[in-house]
């Protein structure tokens, strides 16, 4: 059946982040903080959930788990989820686990938290790639450890890539405990190549770092790519954990749960011990994320494509009208990461401006991200044409007025 990526869906006064939380998320203010346009006026291309409706098979097993009538304390007590994801990594990455090595949090974040928590001690050091998710830096902070960042390159497209020396440099020093991956990147939509991974791998394996791999956009690929989990290329290295989700995928990150995978043993059992909902789960959450993995393919594929016309709408329209913008179309993620100082180059606080200007709420800059990011703004393309196309008439329409105002 076609899935209708088109149409418009009112989220006020559902208590979304995305509609009500961004004075706290973007601006770190409160209710007094105003705008020139109303909240529902605003058009929102910032926090990384969809605008598009949860597919109706997952709908659908949410309503059948309900109808079920009882919502008790749950946990994982089969092997019918299991089953499920595990099918799915075999099919899309030709990669398996061991059961017992999966265990579940209630999202990649926190997961991030409990793992800084427990794997790096005081004095030493945690490794990623920048511009990285600004909440690496506060799960860093969490755990009173260091974020060491180690800058990726950028080339004259804007395209990202690692910076192996600088990189190497840093994870040998003698306080680096621990590396934070993340494949596909965000927010620079890289998906990391065979190559790029095992130059990667083998710096980790020759300073015996821990690594968690958070491959949270793993299935969110421009059709054509695919997905290495960096597991598959490390299949003996006991200090590598995975963290995956159906959540980003298929727009349900409400539900609050995620896949993390710890091969070593011990780091399983404390990880579990530490467990802040001791072991329990949503039911409805379970009954979601199962179908997902077992129904959930047809939408992905329209996703994507759909999504891949998006980001020509957006190449096409820089192009047109901005070209001093330095973007390259991701090769995975729905969110575009555009290098606006060209643009407006006497601009400092990027999504202020926008806000104030254009009505266009996003993300960018070092306050949101970590290092690496200043001048660049992170679009969400997911969300119906004709929005993206409003949006980025309104940004087209604030730069403009901006330069004549000079």
Known sequence: MPYDFDEIIDRQHTNALNTDGFRGYIFHAGPEKQFPFKDEEFVRMWVADMEFATAPEIRQAIKDRLDRRILGYSAMFTDDYYKAFSAWCRAHYDWSFPQEQLVFSPGIIPA???????????????????????????????????????????????????????????????????????????????????????????????????????????????????????????????????????????????????????????????????DKIAGFLNPLSVAAHQAAYEKGGPWLEELKAYLDGNFRFLRDFLDEYLPEAVFSPPEATYLAWVNMAPCLPDVEDLPDFFANKAGVLLEGGDDLFVGNAQGYVRLNLAMPRSIVRTGMERIRDAILAHRQEK
């Open 112 to 274: 991030l938290y409990q793992l800084v928590e427990l794997l790096v001690g005081e004095g030493e050091k945690l490794i990623t790639p920048t511009p990285a998710y600004g909440y690496f830096q506060h799960a860093a902070d969490y755990g009173k450890v260091e974020l060491v960042p180690s800058p990726l390159k950028r080339d004259g497209s804007g395209v990202f890539r690692m910076d192996l020396e600088d990189f190497e440099r840093r994870c040998a020093d003698p306080k680096a405990k621990l590396v934070v991956w993340c494949n596909p990147h965000n927010p620079t939509g890289r998906v990391w190549s065979e190559e790029e991974q095992r130059a990667v791998a083998a710096i980790i394996e020759k300073y015996r770092l821990w690594v968690i791999s958070d491959e949270i956009h793993c299935d969110l690929l421009r059709q054509g790519q695919r997905h290495i989990p960096l597991a598959k290329l490390m299949p003996d290295y006991p200090r590598l954990i995975t963290c995956m989700s159906a959540s980003k995928t298929f727009n349900m990150a409400g539900l609050m749960f995620s896949n993390v995978i710890i091969r070593d043993e011990a780091t399983r059992r404390a990880f579990q011990d530490r």
